[in-house]
């Protein structure tokens, strides 16, 4: 298992230290604000008799150097392990999260980044008491629930009702306003497991949807299939939003298996004719009106004033240790950064490592940030986050001016040897930078 | 999923109901109480042709017929989705248990077998009630544990105590007898995972060693790396037992992914000279001297008064619904006696089919039914328990006396259509089968 970690891990590092060392490096830069800006295209082959639209010499052997040294270090492994270790669980505004700034803040150091930094912001906080739930009738047994993010409590002893499943939150959605008062809602749309990842969006859209259309129609309680594709009892945690002007009803994620369960119990009642499917739900919360979190910030000082933003988000839920989700973002660019840092010499551009508080209760770190450099987004050159696993890379996507992707299709060529390639100018650039992508900043992904 | 589970359960059945079904049907008895007997080989080739050795092609063509009506059917999985969604755990002695029997007679009777009855046994009751735990000092958090049955509490309110680490139960074992007074001990020992399941017994091994060998050196409670090799935070459950004499400590097993934790909790305090690594545990029970349990037993009549034992166990663990464990063995073995049922003509040999109570606890049910039939043991002249698990038969083995074994081997030929074949005399035929073997009845077991 450590082989296969330490691998995964080393070919996120890999073409992450590669490609931003390639765009730290070379000179003109991004198109960014959608100003007229000199492109990247000049600076490939800069210096040498390549030929149009290659790497120089150099430039080829400096990248080969990076991927070379970056899958020989275990750096990211051992980065991972200690967060996870020493830290353990981070939930947005709790003390295990204030505990990995100040973790965050001695690694910055200990690799050498210079300007370590944490800036803090306010969010409100919310974390789980208590979470059980059963069929209460006509077969009791136990069901694995978790609480969604954000959900309001139950009645202390909690609630009991009769369950509607609905099979996707489109068919709640088409309901009726009224039939469903007094009753559990269940939305048992499963997740599409896809290698991209795409089937995620579609299965969180239930998260909040579920609550708000159970609410507005004066059911008691929302239950959801869990987001994610893992067949063990572990229901899948996850914020979720309340719009205004409807109740608000307590709302959990039934595991995959209990989701099953649930929809078997209901058909078998049926067709025993046994009666409705009832359930008893518990959920008790503790939430405080505003609390600390931050973001941990560190430098490799370039030689212009430009910035390049890498970086994973330093919170998780609770339910782990959010080693993959994002500890193992936080693990590849520390690390990736740290052989850039290692290099002979300065980068021309600053790359800026950002370890994200809060991202997943709704991305305050993100807008915190955007808010606290706002006089210093137009110097922001290229972001990413790296907020999607720690499995292989098999594709780049970038989400430059079009007079730039010819220039980025050629950056990328060196991490074909890893068996990945460059895929699509619609890089969404990872949840932190989404504020930077939207005020015109250039984005990369690694998937 | 459905159809997946559908196509392992029907093997099973197949090979079952053909091995079985043949088992019934050939006519002289297999050797029994080491008696001298008449072999099941004159059997082979009966008023046939067949050269010696050979199935008769009326015996190969009921085979066949059995194997073909088998594999289309969808019985088991019938069976198995009624038991886990109707009644879900069974713990032995708990209500669950009870209309699981209930459940039991109405199956048995609807396939139609006969004499479908509860034979009731007493045994002392066991229950989780609360299980909590997590690292205190000097990387405070949670860790996933699960109690062991039998397990007794910690004080109300819980203990904490620094952790002691065990690379195995024979590193405990050698461990001096002073030291690990007041302390928690670790016992960190992995199974190995294999095809034939032979990793499970020296890991259980730990289940009850780890508590007595602490208890016996005045360590305050036992934590054990959980049996199995699941990677999910689910730590596995089962069955231990105090030896007679030793303070009897509480214990737990911890889920894998969160034995690494413990385990590298430690080695990173020490590395960091951090402080001893604490765990604080909180374990309460519910006990009662005596409850009610029972195993359900139906009839498939024969001609003469010999009886085949097949079944599997109705307990199951409470913290799943136990669907493999056992349901699919009651499953596997009510569908394949179904389909002798049906063939026309009653079978030479009575097919009992056996819903055994309490087996996870220690084979309370199949005490209690050797003790309640040892007057028709002689008549038993084969058994087996379908108690392991529910993918792909890939061989049987055969636990006959020396004269049989030729025989046994020729009847299970036909599934070699299967990709299963004859492997070994030295089957133990199941748990719960195990008086009626060391009583001298012939057992085989499907792998």
Redesign the interface.
Known sequence: ?RKHRTSSLRLFSVCRSFLVGGLASLSPILIVHAQPTPTISAAIGEGSSAKPGALSEKQTERANGLIDKALKSDLAYEIL??L??????RLAGSE?EARAREWGVRTFKSLGFKNSRIETFELPYWSRVKETAS?SAP????LAITALGNSVATPEGGLEGEVVRFASLADLKDAPLSGLEGKIVFVDEPMTRTMDGSGYGPAVAKRSGAANEAGRRGAIAALIRSVGT?????PHTGSMRYQQGIVRVPTAALSNPDAD?LA??IK?ASAMEAGPVRVAMNIQVMTRESTVSGNVVAEIPGKTDEIIVIGGHLDSWD???GAVDDGAGIAITAAAAKLIHDLPGRPRRTIRIIMWGAEEVGLYGARAYAAQHKDELHRHVMASESDFGAGNIWQVQSRVGPEDIAAFKTIVRPIARLGASWRGNNANGGPDVTPLRTAGVPVFSLR
Chains 1, 2 share one sequence.
């Open positions: 298992m392990e200690s996870t270790t020493e830290i353990g669980p295990g069929i077969f009791p047994q136990a893992d067949s063990r009892r572990m369960q078997r119990a078998l339910l782990g240790t």
